[in-house]
């Protein structure tokens, strides 16, 4: 048995190399949008430096031996936590959110590196030995375990985050194998209060349909009633708590069922966000050429609207080659999912995947107008140092697992 | 534990199409937005980023029918505040040098808040040049101000015209709501006179100048290179049918006075000289027009913004026998032997109506040239009513001219309808038709109607509507296009007209009233009238035509609250026909040739 250390054996550049690109077409991008700028024209360089700390802190992480993962999964969630709650009480306030801690000069978002630490400890619970998904007891705790950051993001209140702790949550849970039936006890709920978003007719609509999917799941009516208030109940929660959300919030939720409605507030920026893409052609407009970017209609550009940049300057092109870069990502981190030794290691890797898999579509989807404005970065191009060096890494575990996988014979 | 279940190839397809579906729509859209749409997106886009800024066209100067400028344009100059970069603390010492109060241009910055920074606001209209000089040598020093040059109406050409040339005023909401398309905010509009009835041809065509902006209205650069830039075009020039040496006199004649006069080519209805008096300073309307100005001129009791010429009406006064004259001819009343004796007076029912002098025997000629009461009395009622009316309303009398200036009054012509309104049917009180006969009573009457009614004596019943246009210069071409109304005709037979004319022609030249204005030269032909005014002194009038043969010049003047027209009005006709037809001595007619054209008797008595 010859062990052959080829390159390849030991690091993979199809998942290493678009992450580099993309971080690179970030970089063009967001120099586009800063260069002229009065008061971000500083961006680019900054982020210069946080592609060099992202870079050190992927090639460290992918130096680790794989059991510190395993080993460092509760206490990172529980100092993530920690974070968490530090930050309602002494974090500082960006665009209405209190999502950043300040260490003298440096600052960081909490939330970014909650994201692993809850991956890390999700998956170590998921796959602890005679764990039963279909359990309601563990699947209740895993639950609680991604609802307890959740629960103190959504008071930061940050929208787009607590979307993407909520889909790694699920996705981790389905990965470890829940039946059809949990699924649609933990899902359920979620689509019931999204369709109360769209009125009472679609509430009660969607409230039928609970009734009967119930019916052909043919379980017993305890069951099946215990469910459908578990529904009604969710729906009146969220409901109340709609209520209690800041106006700039509702804002951002009504103005997503109805985009029109409101030009110059939350709408407006998804507005010039699609002028900018769509007027980018097929070819684009050249770079630093793009009248939006330049003219600066897009407020914040650099951060949650950079792909607006590259559609309005490199076009239909542009657009779409960031498009193919991902999905090569994306698909080699479910192809590389099945090589892990291990179990704990195949859900670090999905929930890398839903990580940034919902970022990716949350961000894209609103740039192109598909999906409600809500501040979440599009991973590796967004301006903002805790995000790059978090996706690094969580590209840095991703390799570090493919290091470390089954051996070959 | 299900062992089964984790990471099942299935669960694994489901993701792995999740990603492409999701992907797949993202491109299918992006296809769409990009590609499909894009034209309408880089609309949009291009309204974003590209902000047209007009330039007012000059407006079309005023010539007069020698090309002589009555009205033209200077520049104005309109000073400037960009806030963004204006410095505040220079707020009162520009203040000073404007010679505005304090706290202006803080109200000015005020008043568009709401409006980026970046936007230049207008702080002052017209200002000085020397300001402008003192600018220039200090520009460094005054971050965020600036000045641009505009136009501005010029009327220092040496005549007023105030109520023809009329005056434009910043476009009212009301107006711009149905006129969007071709004025926007702030733009200047035809509001009165000439300046109203041609906005069409003299506004011109903006200019525009395409720049980029940002999100924040400031002004990066030019878009294009400024190659879809549009300069502006000047409006048409109009060449008007004004005489401005008659004007002049005319002008100048009316000083201190309150009246109107109007004069016309009679073969063409060219407006010669057109004056209402008191008049007005347009320069004052030039630009901005200050409060204080407005409450002036509209406080004023002798109304100088009220266009007299057109839109008074008074009693024609004896001017007015002529009418039923020709009418009393033309329907073969009288001839010229018809012979009536004037003992001073008519009595008719119980009422005793006056003449000025023991006239003795008159026919319609000497009764024309002395001014007969008596005669016209009497002959207005051989007419009857409705004849006086139909002759009248051919005179055009009772409506409107349709004079290319938008004042104007129709005037009253009373007739059967108008007294069975006024009074009930077979209930008028004796003696309405009497007063008519003399040019009192209801009748009312325009000084351009009396004009026109010139005209139609000195053209034998022909003539053309009265107009001042005569005709525009094409601004592209330099094409002079003309405008000619078209002739009309009242047909009234030239044997009466022979007759009235004559009379009118012994009026100034014979023993008649107006022989204190009798021309060596020049043969004027014309009628005196003193119209009763129940609000104070009786107003002079006097109408009239020169030459007598082949006349070129038709007039009508009324001056207010002063006595009696001969003494009044006929000299301000003369000195205006005189300062017209002596620059066109070749169109003057010699005394001895005409005096060949007329018989026996009456030609000796003009001899002498």
């Known amino acids: ?409 | 534990m299900n062992d089964t279940n984790f990471g099942s190839i299935i669960r694994r397809r489901i993701i792995f199409l999740a990603i492409i579906l999701f992907v797949s729509v993202i491109a299918f859209r992006l296809f769409n937005m990009q590609i499909l749409e894009q034209p309408a997106y880089s609309t949009k886009a291009d309204e974003n980023s590209v902000k047209p800024i007009y330039q007012t066209a000059p407006r079309g100067v005023f010539f007069d029918r020698n090309y002589k400028v009555l009205v033209g344009n200077k520049p104005s100059f309109t000073l400037r505040i960009t806030p963004a970069e204006y410095d505040n603390k220079l707020t009162p010492f520009l203040e000073a040098i404007l010679g505005v109060p304090e706290g202006y241009i803080n109200r000015i910055l005020k008043q568009n808040e709401q409006m980026s920074k970046y936007i230049p606001r207008k702080v002052a209209k017209d200002v000085n040049f020397k300001v402008i000089a003192w600018y220039e040598e200090n520009s460094s020093k005054l971050p965020g101000v600036d000045y641009v040059i505009e136009t501005q109406r010029d009327y220092s050409f040496g005549i007023m015209g105030s109520h023809m040339f009329g005056y434009s005023k910043e476009i009212s909401s009301g107006l711009l709501q149905q006129r969007r398309n071709e004025y926007s905010m702030g733009d200047e509009i035809g509001s009165s006179g000439i300046e109203k009835t041609y906005e069409d041809i003299l506004r011109g065509q903006k200019g525009i100048q395409y720049v980029l902006v940002d999100s924040h209205q400031k002004t990066i650069g030019k878009y294009k290179n400024g190659e879809v830039d549009k300069t502006a075009i000047k409006g048409y020039d109009l060449v008007l049918s004004i005489d401005k040496d008659a004007q002049k006199v005319a002008e100048e004649a009316f000083k201190d006075k309150r009246g109107a006069l109007v004069a016309i080519e009679p073969s063409t209805g060219e407006v010669l000289a057109f004056v209402s008096a008191p008049e007005f300073n347009l320069q004052d309307f030039a630009t901005v027009t200050s409060n204080e100005i407005w409450n002036k001129l509209n406080s004023d009791k002798d109304k100088p913004m009220f266009n007299r010429a057109t839109m008074s009406i008074y009693s024609p006064g004896s001017t007015f026998k002529m009418l039923s004259a020709i009418a009393a001819l033309e329907e073969g009343i009288i001839d010229t032997n018809y012979r009536v004796s004037c003992g001073g007076g008519f009595q008719f029912g119980d009422r005793f109506f006056k003449c000025l002098h023991v006239h003795g025997s008159v026919n319609v000629t000497t009764a024309i040239e002395k001014s007969c009461n008596t005669f016209f009395y009497q002959l207005v009622l051989k007419i009857g009513l409705d004849k006086w009316a139909e002759y009248s309303n051919r005179f055009g009398f009772g409506k409107k001219s349709n004079i290319d200036i938008p004042e104007e009054s129709p005037g009253i012509l009373p007739t059967r309808k108008y007294y069975d309104k006024a009074f009930g049917v077979d209930r008028w009180p004796k003696g309405i038709l009497v007063s008519l006969g003399i040019g009192q009573g209801e009748l009312s009457v325009t000084p351009l109607q009396l004009a026109q009614y010139a005209a139609l004596f000195a053209n034998y019943g022909k003539s053309a509507k009265p107009h001042f246009l005569k005709g525009y210069i094409e601004t592209s071409t330099g094409k002079f296009v003309e405008v000619n109304p078209k002739t009309f005709d009242i047909y009234i037979s030239s044997k009466s007209f022979d007759v009235v004319r004559y009379a009118m022609f012994k009026v100034v030249n014979g023993a008649g009233t107006a022989g204190n204005i009798r021309l060596p030269d020049i043969q004027i032909a014309g009628k005196t009238g003193t119209a009763q005014n129940p609000h104070g002194d009786d107003h002079a009038v006097f109408i009239g035509f020169a030459p007598y043969e082949n006349p070129k010049i038709a007039i009508a003047v009324i001056v207010e609250n002063v006595g009696f027209g001969s003494v009044h009005a006929a000299p301000i006709a003369r000195d205006v026909i005189k300062a017209y037809l002596q620059k066109n001595n070749t169109q003057q007619i010699k005394k001895s040739e005409y005096l060949s054209t007329l018989k026996g008797e009456e030609g000796e008595h003009f001899a002498n």
């Open chain 1, 1 to 409: 048995m010859q062990i052959n250390y080829k390159l390849q054996d030991k690091f993979d550049l199809s998942v290493f190399l678009p992450a580099l690109f993309l971080a690179i077409i970030g970089l063009i991008a967001i120099y586009s949008a800063t260069v002229n700028h009065p008061i971000a024209s500083g961006n680019f360089q900054k982020q210069v430096y946080s592609a060099i700390v992202a870079l050190i802190a992927f090639f460290v992480v992918y130096s680790l031996p794989q059991q510190v993962f395993k080993m460092f999964s509760v206490p990172a969630y529980a100092v993530s936590i920690l974070f968490l709650v530090l930050v309602l009480v002494a974090g500082k306030t960006v665009y209405g959110s209190k999502s950043w801690l300040n260490f003298g000069p440096f600052g960081f978002q909490p939330s970014e590196f909650a994201k692993v630490a809850l991956i890390l400890c999700l998956a170590n619970w998921l796959t602890y030995k005679n764990r039963d998904i279909n359990n309601i007891k563990d699947i209740g705790i895993a639950l609680l375990i991604g609802l307890l950051p959740i629960s103190l993001i959504m008071l930061e209140p940050d929208t787009g985050t607590t979307i993407v702790f909520m889909i790694i949550t699920i996705s981790l849970i389905y990965w470890s194998g829940i039946s059809l039936f949990g699924l649609f006890v933990v899902l359920s709920p979620g689509v019931v209060v999204i369709a109360s978003l769209f009125g009472t007719v679609v509430f009660i609509i969607s409230l039928v349909l609970v009734i009967v999917a119930l019916f052909l799941f043919k379980r017993d009516l305890f069951n099946s009633v215990t469910v459908f208030v578990i529904n009604l109940g969710a729906s009146f929660f969220f409901d109340y708590a709609f209520r209690i959300l800041k106006p700039h919030q509702q804002k951002r939720i009504e103005s997503f069922l109805d985009p029109s409605m409101d030009p110059l507030g939350s709408g407006y920026n998804a507005l010039q966000a699609k002028l900018a893409i769509g007027s980018g052609g097929f070819t684009g407009k050249g770079f630093l050429q793009g009248n939006q970017t330049q003219l600066r209609f897009i407020p914040e550009q650099w951060t949650d609207f950079i792909y607006c940049v590259i559609g309005e300057e490199f076009g239909f092109i542009g657009s779409i080659l960031v498009l193919i870069i991902f999905l090569v990502l994306f698909i080699r981190l479910l192809n590389i999912s099945g090589m892990a030794k291990d179990r704990f290691s195949v859900l670090v890797i999905v929930g890398i995947l839903s990580l940034m898999f919902s970022h990716f579509a949350i961000n894209i989807g609103m740039n192109v107008g598909v999906t409600p404005v809500v501040g979440l970065p599009l991973p590796f191009l967004s301006y903002g140092g805790s995000s790059l060096v978090v996706n690094m890494i969580m590209i840095g575990i991703v390799l570090n697992i493919y290091r470390n996988r089954k051996l070959h014979t």
